[in-house]
């Protein structure tokens, strides 16, 4: 069984996209005539836009069989076991995670390592992980 989750998306950073998408434009309106400028403003905020948007659009984690496959873009990816997921808790954090809402659920495996996310159904998303590893702690 295969199933894929989307991130819940935090209306702060659809609407950072948007005004950075917005600025970019502003500053390449407002630099057309310093070919440097614009080649700077070009590459830096074309990379950083670019990179916002492949976050909005492939940040998901998927299910399949016993492993949990998470996505943040083509930054962060990594693959986790649920066989080794030995507590899940409800967070909100703004802590660096592959997630693009704050309201998130602390994923615990090995000793001390945690890997929050935040998929759009969560109750669903612990239910499905809880049915393969019916050890998992709730907290």
Request: with cysteine; aromatic share 12%; glycine share 6%.
């Amino acid at each position: 069984m295969v199933k894929v989750f989307k991130s819940k998306v935090a209306k702060w950073y659809t609407w950072f996209c948007v005004g950075m998408t917005a600025a970019f434009i502003g500053s390449i309106y407002l630099c057309y005539q310093s070919t440097w400028v614009l080649l700077i403003d070009v590459v830096l905020m074309g990379a950083a836009i670019l990179m916002l948007f492949d976050m909005l659009l492939h940040t998901d984690y998927t299910i399949n069989g016993e492993k949990l496959h998470i996505r943040c873009g083509f930054l962060f990816r990594m693959d986790l076991p649920v066989s080794k997921i030995t507590e899940i808790t409800h967070k909100s954090t703004i802590l660096s995670s592959p997630a693009l809402s704050a309201k998130r659920i602390g994923l615990k495996y090995g000793k001390k390592r945690w890997v929050y996310v935040s998929p759009e159904n969560q109750e669903e998303f612990i239910s499905i992980l809880r049915s393969i590893n019916p050890a998992i702690i709730l907290t």
